[in-house]
């Protein structure tokens, strides 16, 4: 360990990203990427951008992408946050908005990168069971907190939160910020974003890497009343840093303005996913219920290690899980159809 480092970065556990192989020829099914290319409107607002556009720096505040997104959820000036990636919108909330004197409540289990967070920003947090079934209760969130976060479909076991739910964790911790992590919202469950004018305490945030097949461009934005949203500017503006490129923005305005292509996508998605969860019920594997673009499975019988290292001798690559409670399962990506025959034709030679 360097003796150059402070204190801090001495007591981190840094997040470990999902594999990104280089071979092309691999069917990645590991970190819940869309398999769709991104719409054909985003390629040309990408190339409208021009060599005279990209000397200039970008719109310090994403103006163009704001408004168009304000419009799309129905909300108004003032109530849209924008950041590269929804990783960096967290981070921008667990600086702002997340009290030290009293602990973040999130699931156990849930995103890693959140514990991830709270050592880097010096925030306590307590984990919350979630029940038999993976799903969370808010009944468990009665405990004292300086806020709470969960991914709405949760990651990795892709059980969605019905907004009644939302709405009682909402009530129930009238003093805290509550922040709905959207990633996932697309491919089966409702928006809180239809919440945001009734809860002054309701952040929502969603990201372009999923549902809009645009990982690589980095646009996530966090929804709510504009109180804070104004927290999160204060501390983007005391980094100076640009919410995003002008590629991005150009990019993040068409995505969201070919709708037919996204819900094209979507409906793809949950149709594989449907077929897959089919596949595995049939063939010994326990699989929760997922309204994402991943499933969260076990075979009842089998090793999630073996079947994860067999798959990857046969050029898949899926997620397994390490953690005490979970260690049995893997956690699979969604593909195109192609993709999922594939994955089928490999599991059924080895369970
Ligand atoms: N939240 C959850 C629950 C996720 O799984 C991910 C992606 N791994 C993110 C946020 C971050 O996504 P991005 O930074 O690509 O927007």
């Known amino acids: 360990m360097s003796q150059f480092w402070s204190d801090l970065v001495h007591t981190l556990t840094p997040y470990v990203p ?6 092309d020829n691999l069917v990645k099914l590991n970190t819940n990427e869309n398999p769709y290319p991104p719409s054909q409107k985003v390629y040309e607002a990408i190339a409208s ?5 990209l000397r200039l720096y970008p719109d310090p505040n994403s103006d163009a992408l704001k408004t168009t997104l304000q ?3 129905g909300l108004k000036e003032g109530q849209v946050f924008i950041g590269n990636g929804s990783d960096e919108v967290l981070a921008h909330i667990f600086m702002a908005l997340l009290k030290h004197d009293k602990p973040l409540l999130f699931p156990d289990i849930t995103y890693s990168f959140y514990p991830v967070y709270c050592g880097l920003y010096g925030i306590n947090y307590q984990t919350v069971p979630l029940t038999k079934q993976f799903e969370i209760d808010p009944a468990d969130y009665r405990i004292e907190n300086g806020g709470i976060i969960f991914p709405n479909p949760n990651a990795p076991t892709g059980r969605v939160l019905a907004l009644d739910a939302i709405r009682t964790l909402l009530e129930n911790n009238p003093n805290s910020v ?3 992590d959207e990633a996932y ?3 089966g469950g409702e928006s809180a974003v239809s919440l945001v004018q009734d809860y002054p305490n309701l952040l929502v945030v969603q990201t372009y890497s999923k549902s809009r097949s645009l990982a690589g461009l980095r646009i996530g934005y966090a929804m709510g009343q504009s109180h804070l949203i104004e927290g999160l500017e204060r501390v983007k503006n005391s980094f100076n840093s640009y919410p995003m490129d002008r590629v991005a923005l150009a990019a993040g305005v068409a995505a969201i303005e070919d709708q037919a292509y996204f819900d094209g996508c979507c409906e793809k998605i949950i149709h594989t996913r449907e077929n897959l969860v089919e596949f595995l019920t049939k063939n010994g594997f326990e699989v929760v219920p997922s309204a994402a673009n991943f499933v969260f499975t076990k075979h009842k019988h089998l090793d999630a290690v073996d079947i994860a290292q067999q798959l990857r001798d046969k050029a898949i690559i899926v997620r397994h899980f390490k953690l005490p409670r979970i260690d049995q399962y893997l ?6 159809d192609q993709e999922n025959q594939a994955l089928c034709d490999a599991l059924s030679d080895i369970v």
């Open 18 to 23: 999902g594999e990104q192989p280089k071979v």
């Open 49 to 53: 951008v021009n060599d005279e556009r």
């Open 71 to 73: 419009n799309h959820y």
């Open 185 to 187: 919202i697309d491919f």
């Open 331 to 336: 956690r699979i990506s969604i593909g195109t």
């Open 178 to 180: 509550v922040v709905v």
